[in-house]
T-cell receptor
């Protein structure tokens, strides 16, 4: 079964510190995409970062980086220098090529609180 | 500006009163999809569409209908809403279904059924 697991329902981090949000995935596909989205209290889904299964290097976007360990099937999000505005729910998601449904499979999310 | 637009953003309605949530994208995307988000369950796919006049069920299609008469529009129809359809709904689009790249999301529509 294709699945995303986020084991941290909630996390706290001190402002200006780095934080890692865990994500593991399960798929038998060779081709898939991995994503992280941020959902603030206003509700919209904000795309943060993307990693393709064939990408050799870890993706980075500003303060966000994705620690991709293919053999372990993990795709952890690292946020450096946390800011108060980073407080939000974070979703890890996978888009496998199989089934041809184009579906994004989401984890249950991690709520991050940044403390001043 | 490339975007996916949903309307209404917020809606309170009563059981049984038909409603439609519209979704429009301006990126000429073939693929469009609807998700619902519920606490503790993440986002789940309701319906998707590969192209005009091609739609199919996702994981939770019961109680919903869709249509794809034009490439840019993909409305979600609740013929007889019930309280268990109270949820946050997202429309999304991308270039192709056989694609592991980014889905572009609308801003969400928060629906309450009394």
């Amino acid at each position: 079964a294709q699945k995303i697991t986020q084991t941290q329902p909630g996390m706290f981090v001190q402002e200006k510190e780095a934080v890692t949000l865990d994500c593991t995935y399960d798929t038998s596909d060779q081709s898939y995409g991995l994503f992280w989205y941020k959902q603030p209290s206003s509700g919209e889904m904000i795309f943060l970062i993307y990693q393709g299964s064939y990408d050799e290097q870890n993706a980075t976007e500003g303060r966000y980086s994705l620690n991709f360990q293919k053999a372990r099937k993990s795709a952890n999000l690292v946020i450096s220098a946390s800011q108060l505005g980073d407080s939000a729910m974070y979703f890890c998601a996978m888009r496998p090529i199989s089934g041809n449904t184009g579906k994004l499979i989401f984890g249950q999310g991690t709520t991050l609180q940044v403390k001043p | 500006e490339a975007q996916v637009t949903q309307n209404p953003r917020y809606l309170i309605t009563v059981t049984g009163k038909k409603l439609t949530v519209t979704c429009s994208q301006n990126m000429n995307h073939e693929y469009m999809s609807w998700y619902r988000q519920d606490p503790g369950l993440g986002l789940r796919q309701i319906y998707y569409s590969m192209n005009v006049e091609v739609t199919d069920k996702g994981d939770v299609p019961e109680g919903y209908k869709v249509s794809r008469k034009e490439k840019r529009n993909f409305p979600l129809i609740l013929e007889s809403p019930s309280p268990n359809q109270t949820s946050l709904y997202f429309c999304a689009s991308s270039g192709l279904a056989a694609n592991t790249g980014e889905l572009f999301f609308g801003e969400g529509s928060r629906l309450t059924v009394l």
